[in-house]
């Protein structure tokens, strides 16, 4: 039997990291199935990320759906137990730190399935965050990990993750920015919601952190009124945010537009035309560093501290939002010479490179040298 590489994917930020692989693979032959948790399930949350980005559909759809951390958890490795079972895949291949990706590590580490991280290393080391748990539990059980940024690799280093395991390859969400960028339109954006033209800004929250108490809500809605005193503002606002915020006030005004959440070719083009971005997101602080868009991450910490030292991104908490915008759009955002290193469209062939030496190896087969050589990070 061909040995197959099973992708398991379940959320938003899993689709656009999860396309470049799956093309490379297809690419050099080799055989995959497309495992979909069903962690997200809305159409606006999951189906058109599928069709924006060429995905093949699922071979297999789990639909966990949502839940508490633990039973949302646990339903998830019932139900990939199973699916692993019935699939008996070579390689799993997991992506970022959501609860599918921690669910997928534990199955296959118990049943002896070697696994892939794709965006391993990344720590914000906030232990409140569901996500940091995500992360830690992931790298220390995966077989490859494959690192997006060079302190990545510090971070698996200093616990202990072997050297040989850990393979800094750039960014494969950024692989898909580049690789869809000329169907970003910002025009036709702001034509199909109605701004005018001058300056607008774009917010998304999401984080527990953020949305889940009322008081950190009403903080929230208090700085986007802010906001929108200075700029007219968009909301795409996912669903886990709608009701505290609203209990705490958020009003869609000519000013403020709070919209159902957008696909990915229509976020972004709107992104891209923004002259400032709002954000709690992990992968927006990346994607608006490459488009050059200013971006505040509304949170203490971010596991991805590369797109402040090398991007347009900047942390503030919620009260900090209003004066900090307002620089921002009266002089805009430095912006350093030099982005992250490797994020040039190329991680998803790297990996493949890397997961195809991999899967020769094992069969006895001569190893076939990584992609690009593009350095295996812990050495
Ligand atoms: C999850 C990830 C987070 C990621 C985010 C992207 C975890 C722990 N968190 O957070 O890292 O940034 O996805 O969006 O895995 N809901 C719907 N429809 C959906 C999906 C969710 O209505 O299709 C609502 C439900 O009320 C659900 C809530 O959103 O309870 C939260 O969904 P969940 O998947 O648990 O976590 P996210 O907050 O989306």
Redesign the pocket.
């Known amino acids: 039997m061909a040995e197959t590489v099973a992708h398991v994917v379940?959320?938003?930020?899993n689709f656009m990291k999860a396309a470049p692989v799956i093309r490379a693979l297809e690419a050099r032959g080799i055989a995959q199935t497309v495992i979909h948790t069903g962690?997200?399930?809305?159409a606006?949350?999951?189906d058109v990320f599928f069709r924006d980005l060429g995905l093949p559909e699922p071979d297999l759809n789990l639909g966990v759906?949502?839940?508490s951390?633990a039973s949302?958890t646990a339903a998830l490795m019932i139900a990939l137990e199973r699916a692993f079972g019935d699939l008996r895949p070579a390689l799993a291949v997991v992506y970022?730190?959501?609860?599918?990706?921690?669910a997928a590590s534990l199955v296959a580490s118990k049943i002896g399935l070697p696994m892939a991280h794709v965006e391993a290393g990344l720590r914000s080391f906030d232990d409140t965050m569901?996500?940091e748990t995500?992360r830690r539990v992931t790298d220390l059980l995966s077989d490859l990990l494959f690192v997006t940024s060079p302190e990545g690799v510090d971070n698996l280093r200093a616990v202990g993750v072997p050297a040989a395991r850990i393979h800094l390859v750039g960014n494969p969400m950024i692989d898909t920015l580049l690789a869809n960028l000329s169907r970003f339109d910002p025009d036709r954006m702001r034509a199909e919601l109605g701004l005018a033209s001058g300056p607008y800004a774009v917010a998304t929250l999401?984080?527990?952190a953020n949305v889940d108490t009322p008081e950190a809500a009403s903080r929230l809605v208090a700085m986007i009124d802010g906001v929108t005193e200075l700029v007219p503002l968009v909301l795409p606002l996912?669903?886990?945010g709608r009701p505290t915020l609203e209990a705490a006030g958020l009003s869609a005004s000519d000013r403020l537009r709070v919209i159902e959440p957008l696909g990915y070719v229509d976020f972004i083009s709107l992104v891209r035309g923004a002259a400032l971005v709002v954000t709690d997101?992990?992968?927006i602080q990346e994607e608006t560093t490459i488009l050059g868009v200013p971006c505040l991450t509304v949170r203490p910490n971010t596991e991805r501290p590369i797109t402040i030292s090398h991007g347009t991104n900047r942390l503030v908490e919620p009260d900090a939002v209003v004066p900090l915008a307002r620089e921002v759009l009266e002089r805009g955002i430095r912006r350093p010479a030099e982005g992250p290193p490797l994020w040039d469209g190329r991680a998803g062939d790297r990996i493949a490179g890397i997961v195809e030496a991999w899967l020769r190896e094992r069969t006895g087969g001569p190893a076939v040298p990584a992609a690009t050589g593009a350095g295996t990070g812990g050495a």
Request: no cysteine; proline share 11%.
């Open positions: 379940g959320a938003r930020p962690q997200h399930y809305d606006a949350m999951s759906g949502s839940g951390q949302q970022g730190d959501i609860n599918s990706t921690l569901p996500e995500n999401h984080r527990p996912h669903p886990r997101s992990g992968g």
